[in-house]
């Protein structure tokens, strides 16, 4: 079992900064693929980010690429969202994911239902 605790979200202008951290504990000695997903009101949860065990793989959705990054540090067991250059449309609230699977391919880890364990989630408002 794996505990994740996201944080770090608030409110800022369009056009500044946020990161966002997740924590996990528990058995964080079997590493995971981790992701980030997102959620507006009224809409679905969606990809937004995944990193590798290793850190050396990531991959982006196309409406946050060259603005987010995502990166991990295993000694810490965190996981992080870097969030430049915001927009309105990226309010929503901001989950991280743990999946165990051992799949290569990107598009496996861009689907909700590969991951195993959740985070509570984290707000994210941007103002225009």
């Known amino acids: 079992q794996v505990q994740l605790v996201e944080s770090g979200g608030g409110l800022v202008q369009a056009g500044g900064s946020l990161r966002l951290s997740c924590a996990a504990s528990?058995?964080?000695?079997?590493?995971?693929?981790m992701g980030w997903f997102r959620q507006a009101p009224g809409k679905e949860r969606d990809f937004v980010a995944r990193?590798?065990?290793?850190?050396?793989?990531?991959y982006y959705a196309d409406s946050v690429k060259g603005r987010f990054t995502i990166s991990r540090d295993n000694a810490k067991n965190t996981v992080y969202l870097q969030m430049n250059s915001l927009k309105p449309e990226d309010t929503a609230v901001y989950y991280c994911a743990a999946s165990s699977a051992y799949y290569s391919g990107n598009s496996y880890y861009a689907r909700a239902a590969s991951y195993d364990y959740w985070g509570q989630g984290t707000q994210v408002t941007v103002s225009s």
């Open positions: 528990g058995r964080t000695d079997s590493r995971y693929a």
């Open positions: 990193i590798s065990r290793s850190g050396g793989n990531t």
